[in-house]
């Protein structure tokens, strides 16, 4: 089924891991985002993506680290998982950025002790 | 100043009954506002989005923007227990250090009463 799917739903691991979050979309949207939703802060834009191999910086991008080498692919790393990266994490992807409205995955639910 | 405002609630509305939903948003220039619904524990689902040029009417829901005061409306007509969830506003806004993306406000909590 076409859709945006993201994988792990659920991790739980250790500070100073690396750990990479998984997503795929079948639309073949050009964007692709990355955002976290925390209490009290909302969802928050980590980076986005306009097209294969074109990432950028949001509002939140610090210890994070992402790549787009295929148009449906959009991963998320952390380089060395902190505490404060508890979160979840929600992938989406629009047509186009601006305007365009955004379908979002299932998220992933990320724990770090 | 928060760029994209909403009462965080919990509005409380019984069966029936006409939500009312308000969102303030800081960018005079905006020309697009988008409302999701989220469940608790689900992902953000697009309600409706409408553009500048005017309100827009779906089913039970009806969204409505008043320029001069800098805000849109969600209306949700013959409120249902299914509607109970969090209602996010979503505002693309250009920004100096990462371009023009969605900034999403704080969701408000809606509770529909049997």
């Known amino acids: 089924d076409a859709g945006i799917t993201q994988s792990p739903r659920y991790k739980i691991t250790e500070t100073g891991r690396q750990v990479t979050l998984m997503c795929h979309q079948t639309w073949s949207h050009s964007y692709m985002f990355w955002y976290r939703q925390d209490l009290g802060h909302g969802l928050r834009l980590i980076y986005y993506s306009a097209a294969a191999d074109i990432t950028d910086k949001g509002e939140v991008p610090d210890g994070y680290v992402v790549s787009r080498s295929k148009t449906e692919n959009f991963p998320l790393t952390l380089e060395s998982a902190t505490r404060s990266q508890t979160s979840v994490y929600f992938c989406?992807?629009?047509?186009?950025?601006?305007?365009?409205?955004?379908?979002f995955g299932d998220g992933t639910r990320l724990s770090i002790l | 100043q928060k760029e994209v405002e909403q009462n965080s609630g919990p509005l409380s509305v019984p069966e029936g009954a006409i939500a009312s939903l308000n969102c303030t948003y800081s960018?005079?220039?905006?020309?697009?506002f988008f409302w999701y619904r989220q469940y608790s524990g689900k992902s953000p689902e697009l309600i409706m989005f409408i553009y500048s040029n005017g309100d827009k009417e779906d089913g039970r829901f009806t969204a409505q923007l008043n320029k001069a005061s800098q805000y849109v409306s969600l209306l949700i007509r013959d409120s249902q227990p299914s509607d109970s969830a969090t209602y996010l506003c979503?505002?693309?806004?250009?920004?100096?250090?990462?371009?023009?993306?969605?900034?999403f406000g704080p969701g408000t909590r809606l509770s529909v009463l049997p």
């Open positions: 960018d005079r220039g905006s020309q697009s």
């Open positions: 979503a505002v693309p806004m250009l920004r100096d250090n990462y371009g023009q993306n969605f900034v």
């Open positions: 989406a992807s629009s047509e186009s950025g601006g305007n365009q409205p955004q379908n």
